[in-house]
């Protein structure tokens, strides 16, 4: 658990990168070579700005799997997980507020653009965000 593996020669070779959790993680994006962020179980949110070399733990109260994380632009990301979780951030990730919706079911699927997003979750759900 927590486990973070990480290559440079195109998957020939892999290191274990120290994540600071025991958490399952699910989901790693990384906006460029050296930001990214990781998300996992009872809420985990993992952020490096050094290629993972040094992961730190993103404050967050929220108890629920986190499943997926897509960042639309440098600045806004999203992040779904079970219980219909979507927490959203607008701060390149720094910090995350959960947004209402109907649906309860998991999500475990997302990708963002600027103006339009898709999440899919458990029996088929599909929720589309357009701005």
């Known amino acids: 658990k927590g486990l973070i593996l990480a290559t440079d020669d195109g998957g020939e070779t892999w290191k274990v ?3 600071g959790t025991d958490k399952a993680l699910y989901n790693v994006d990384f906006r460029d070579g050296k930001e990214g962020y990781a ?3 009872k809420g985990t949110i993992l952020r490096t700005e050094n290629g993972g ?3 730190e733990k993103v404050a967050t109260n929220f108890p629920s799997a986190l499943m997926r994380v897509d ?3 440098d600045r806004n ?3 779904v997980g079970h219980g219909g979780s979507i927490l959203r ?20 699927g997302l990708y963002m653009m600027k103006k339009y997003g898709w ?10 965000y357009q701005k």
Request: net charge neutral; no cysteine; proline share 0%.
């Open 119 to 128: 999440a899919v979750g458990a029996g088929g759900l599909i929720i589309q």
């Open 71 to 73: 960042f639309a632009d």
């Open 39 to 41: 998300v996992g179980g």
């Open 89 to 108: 951030s607008s701060d390149k990730g720094k910090t995350w507020q959960r947004q209402e919706i109907a649906a309860k079911g998991n999500l475990y």
């Open 17 to 19: 990168q120290a994540s």
């Open 77 to 79: 990301g999203w992040i």
């Open 53 to 55: 070399e040094l992961w």
